[in-house]
């Protein structure tokens, strides 16, 4: 993507983060795909460090999340955790800092997200030819 399509699509979607259109994209490209609901996992809040660890504080909490209705609040300190990355059927549960005020919370960080899967066989743009 160059010229104003290329630099509206970054001003969009890199900076914000707001999900990539990739069905869109693949409907328009003509390559056949599967939208399916998905649960993912999903903490809910960024932190002050590039990844969690202890003495890492709270920095924003994503409105409606689940670490939201948890109870995790901007300015939380980490003081300990157990996070199973990725499996959605297991629960969090951080050891906080809260002012002076240890406490613990637990929750489900899954979301459901729509996700694209793209077959093992595509169809290509161009004479129908299959890409391996």
Not at 45 to 50: A, G, L, N
């Amino acid at each position: 993507m160059a010229g104003e399509a290329g630099r509206a699509f970054w001003d969009r979607y890199i900076p914000t983060a707001e999900p990539l259109p990739f069905a869109e994209i693949l409907r328009f490209a003509k390559i056949p795909f599967e939208e399916r609901e998905t649960p993912t996992f999903a903490l809910g809040f960024t932190i002050d460090k590039p990844t969690i660890e202890k003495g890492a504080k709270v920095v924003s909490v994503a409105p409606g999340s689940h670490a939201a209705e948890a109870d995790i609040r901007p300015g939380d300190s980490l003081q300990g955790f157990s996070v199973s990355y990725g499996d959605v059927s297991k629960p969090a549960r951080f050891n906080m800092l809260r002012g002076t005020e240890r406490i613990t919370i637990n929750y489900s960080p899954v979301v459901t997200r729509g996700l694209v899967q793209v077959g093992d066989r595509l169809e290509a743009l161009r004479g129908g030819a299959a890409i391996q």
